[in-house]
T-cell receptor, first 112, second 114 residues
């Protein structure tokens, strides 16, 4: 049972480049979410999804897009990377929104 | 907007002793959930303990227990018989039962001294 899998683990981008952070879970969880972690800021919610085809914004959604075409996958897209998006990104999933959230191992992203 | 405050950026404890990490939150909701997560140097986020607001009894998981004071909006974590493996960043988090948005505090870095 792999749990929540994030790829890649590390990524370096140049300003203006685009990329997709992948997140997949094999627990048949309905709820999935993306957070970013910055020093001294804790984790902040970017976007979340309560099921396939349904997404909503979190606390810091600007500069990021998401979609949820399947229950298993919840990719996070950066259309034009900016240095302010340098951060560690975590994906999480839970059976329902109020259940325990299980986190992936994180992706460390640097935008130069 | 809900906020979660952890007033202790860093704490230290001697191995085998007890330490308490503080957390306060601000909300007008009656239906909500509180969590403590642990993040060791590996960066993995691990759930330590969970408390439903409607439950008066404090949650306990082995050496970890909480002191949930609903009226004071306080949710502290007590770690008994501290072990070297408890060294980590600890995050307090809050979620309402209506919008599923998890709000984190800024964290407390716990050092365990041998």
């Amino acid at each position: 049972n792999a749990g929540v899998t994030q790829t890649p683990k590390f990524q370096v981008l140049k300003t203006g480049q685009s990329m997709t952070l992948q997140c997949a879970q094999d627990m048949n969880h309905e709820y999935m979410s993306w957070y970013r972690q910055d020093p001294g800021m804790g984790l902040r919610l970017i976007h979340y999804s309560v099921g396939a085809g349904i997404t909503d914004q979190g606390e810091v959604p600007n500069g990021y897009n998401v979609s949820r075409s399947t229950t298993e996958d919840f990719p996070l897209r950066l259309l034009s990377a900016a240095p302010s998006q340098t951060s560690v990104y975590f994906c999480a999933s839970s059976l329902t929104g109020v259940n325990i959230q299980y986190f992936g191992a994180g992706t460390r992203l640097s935008v130069l | 907007a809900q906020t979660v405050t952890q007033s202790q950026p860093e704490m230290s404890v001697q191995e085998a002793e007890t330490v308490t990490l503080s957390c306060t939150y601000d909300t007008s909701e009656s239906d909500y959930y509180l969590f403590w997560y642990k993040q060791p140097p590996s960066r993995q986020m691990i759930l330590v303990i969970r408390q439903e607001a409607y439950k008066q009894q404090n949650a306990t998981e082995n050496r970890f227990s909480v002191n949930f004071q609903k009226a004071a909006k306080s949710f502290s974590l007590k770690i008994s018989d501290s072990q070297l493996g408890d060294a980590a960043m600890y995050f307090c988090a809050y979620m309402t039962g209506s919008n599923y948005k998890l709000t984190f505090g800024k964290g407390t870095l716990l050092t365990v001294n041998p």
